[in-house]
């Protein structure tokens, strides 16, 4: 996992006679890349007992699992997040929009598990384990980027990836 601060990298050494290639993250080519980087560098730098009942800091294997899937979510044309700290050490993403609705927590042990609610307030949840695959989300954001939005419409297997 790259850091969470990003620099172009170049592809290929100069001098080998190979063209220089620049290559940026596409998270930060995003409108709302900048913001939730900085978010997450934010929530990293909560102290022991953040929220007042023990709670730990925020885990950094979930800090970094939720850069990823917000890197795969901003190509897939997601709109910027709420992230939120969540106790035990995890990261909530929240989206809101049309009456729609996803919550998707990322736990330290890099597991997920995430809620949709449509507009009639019906609910879907589901995980995804530690080694699980974000494309996973494929359905649910393209779910969340349709203009009619019920649940009966998410085409998702069991809930669990």
Known sequence: MPPLDYAPINHFPRGTGAQTVQVTSVLEQTLWSKSARHRLQELSALPQNWNGYGSPVVNKDAIEHSFTLLSELGKLGMPEPNIVPVSGGGLQL???RSGAEIEIEIFPDRSIHFLVVDAAGEM???????NGNVAAFTSITCWFLSENKSISDLSIYDGTY
């Open 94 to 96: 929240e989206w809101r």
């Open 124 to 130: 879907f949840e589901g995980r995804v384990s530690n």
